[in-house]
C-alpha cells in the first residue's frame, strides 16, 4: 500500500510525456506484493522533508496523540513503525499509549522525537514554549556549507526543526551513521 510510504518514481519529462515508471531498487524488486513505487514504509503522517549531501531524507512526521518523530531514512525498505508503534518502538505503542516489550526488530526508531507532555524535555529546555493541547513537528532546510556562510561553519550539516504550537526551536545533526551528534535548542517561533 503506498499510503504511509516514501515513494520513489521517474518521471516522463519527454516533451509529450505523461506519467511515470519505477525504477529498480525499491521494496517490489523483492517482494511483489508490495507497490512498485514504495521505497520505505511505516509512516502515519510525513508532513515535510529535506534531503542532505549523503542523500539521506530527513522526514518530519506528526504523530497520532503521543509522539512527534524526525525520521532519517537512509536506505530501502526501512520500517519507521506506524502503525505497529508511534516513537521510539518502547516509549508509546498504537493507539492505546502503553509500553510494550514486543521485540523492536525490523523497525526504525526516530533521530528525534518529542511526546506532547507537559515534563517533555523539548519543552522544558525552552523557558518561552508553554504547553499546548495541539501539536504539530516542523522541518526546516539541511544547512550545508554555502559559498557564503553568515554563521562561520557553526551550522554546517544542520537541520532546524520545531514545534509549530508550542514554539520551541532547535537544531539537529547527525554523523555518517546517522547517530545524533547535536540536538540543541536556538529560538523560539509560535504560530500565531
Known amino acids: 500500500n503506498p499510503l504511509g510510504a516514501v515513494l520513489r518514481?521517474?518521471?516522463?519529462?519527454?516533451?509529450?510525456g505523461a506519467g511515470h515508471t519505477y525504477p529498480e531498487g525499491n521494496m517490489a524488486d523483492d517482494d511483489e506484493t508490495i507497490h512498485p513505487a514504495v521505497f520505505a514504509y511505516?509512516?502515519?503522517s510525513p508532513w515535510r522533508g529535506t534531503r542532505d549531501s549523503q542523500g539521506r531524507l530527513w522526514i518530519a512526521e506528526v504523530g497520532l496523540g503521543k509522539v512527534e518523530e524526525i525520521?532519517?531514512?537512509t536506505e530501502v525498505g526501512q520500517n519507521f513503525g506506524w502503525p505497529t508503534y508511534e516513537g521510539p518502538c518502547r516509549v508509546v505503542r498504537g493507539e492505546g499509549g502503553a509500553p510494550s516489550d514486543e521485540p523492536c526488530e525490523g523497525f526504525v526508531d526516530p533521530i528525534a522525537h518529542h511526546t506532547r507532555e507537559g515534563d517533555d524535555p523539548y519543552l522544558i529546555?525552552?523557558?518561552l514554549a508553554e504547553p499546548a493541547v495541539r501539536r504539530a513537528i516542523w522541518?526546516?532546510?539541511?544547512y550545508e556549507k554555502p559559498a557564503r556562510d553568515r554563521y562561520a561553519g557553526l551550522m554546517d550539516g544542520v537541520v532546524?526543526?520545531?514545534e509549530?504550537?508550542?514554539?520551541?526551536v532547535r537544531a539537529l545533526r547527525v554523523n555518517a551513521r546517522g547517530e545524533v551528534t547535536f540536538d540543541r535548542?536556538?529560538?523560539?517561533l509560535v504560530h500565531v
Open 9 to 16: 518514481i521517474v518521471p516522463d519529462r519527454s516533451p509529450d
Open 42 to 44: 511505516g509512516l502515519r
Open 71 to 73: 525520521n532519517l531514512l
Open 125 to 127: 529546555d525552552d523557558p
Open 139 to 142: 522541518l526546516g532546510q539541511i
Open 160 to 162: 532546524v526543526f520545531g
Open 164 to 168: 509549530f504550537y508550542t514554539g520551541w
Open 185 to 188: 535548542p536556538i529560538g523560539h
